[in-house]
């Protein structure tokens, strides 16, 4: 079985990963403003939603392999947190087939280290335990903590947790590899090798990825990368695309219709 897509809309291709324990069904919000503009490949990433689990030893480089047998040979990419990382890293892998770039909340290294704000390693190794435990318990802690700043934190958890009853519940085996790439994957030392047009967009009140990072992240970029820019929205956490789906989609959409042409 392959990765399930779920394709909509018409214009140049988008492909939608989304963040670690969702699935497709968390950019139904998102899609239909895009999709009069876009034809849109909504992602079930490898053992969430529709999509049968990878083994438990695959690799960045597997999960990004599997999305890329599924999608259109040439398409825009926008990856969510931890779709964020995959996005990056087929635009490394394959960047003829990856045009555009476009990542939300999301960032090439999300775990805390000296200078480089993130994820607490800590926290990141009770999830893991807990995840032996009670696999269900540790999402909604990961729901809680993406909404949390959010003005609309309530109704973004509320929405969240509607995404994932849309679909079959996460493999705990991908739950556990999803968990081990946020902790593992560092792709700061490759930003500089991409050479296509870059969006990234963060929430100020973002607990997950600080904006602290920001200039951080901008810094290890190539400074002659056309087209490229980054955007705070101010009142948004981890998921400005849900809280704040409308300049989200704008912001999308002109970033893409502009560095085409």
Not at 215 to 227: D, G
Request: proline letters at 7%; charged letters at 15%; a neutral charge.
């Amino acid at each position: 079985m392959s990765v399930y897509v779920e394709s909509r809309g018409q214009g140049p291709s988008l492909v939608l990963l989304h963040g670690w324990g969702m699935n497709g069904a968390v950019w139904q919000g998102l899609a239909s403003r895009l999709e009069s503009d876009f034809r849109l490949h909504l992602v079930d990433l490898p053992g969430f939603g529709h999509s049968p689990a990878l083994p438990r030893s695959a690799r960045l480089n597997d999960w990004v392999n599997a999305v890329l047998e599924v999608v259109p040979s040439q398409a825009a990419w926008l990856g969510w947190s931890l779709g964020g990382l995959l996005a990056t890293q087929a635009a490394l892998l394959a960047p003829s087939r990856v045009s555009h770039l476009v990542t939300l909340a999301s960032t090439p290294c999300f775990v805390a280290e000296s200078a480089w704000p993130g994820i607490k390693p800590e926290v990141l190794a009770t999830f893991e335990q807990q995840l032996v435990e009670d696999h269900h318990t540790v999402i909604n802690r990961f729901l809680a903590l993406q909404a949390m700043g959010s003005e609309h934190a309530r109704e973004d958890i509320r929405q969240l947790k509607a995404s994932l009853a849309a679909k079959p519940s996460p493999d705990p085996v991908a739950l556990a590899a999803g968990l081990a790439l946020l902790g593992e994957v560092d792709l700061r030392a490759r930003l500089g090798e991409l050479q296509l047009p870059v969006l990234r967009l963060y929430g100020r009140l973002d607990g997950l990825v600080p904006k602290k990072v920001i200039p951080l992240v901008a810094a290890l970029l190539p400074e002659n990368l056309a087209h490229s820019h980054s955007h705070v929205e101010a009142k948004a956490s981890h998921a400005a695309f849900i809280s704040h789906p409308d300049t989200t989609a704008e912001r999308i959409k002109n970033f893409l219709q502009q560095a085409q042409t």
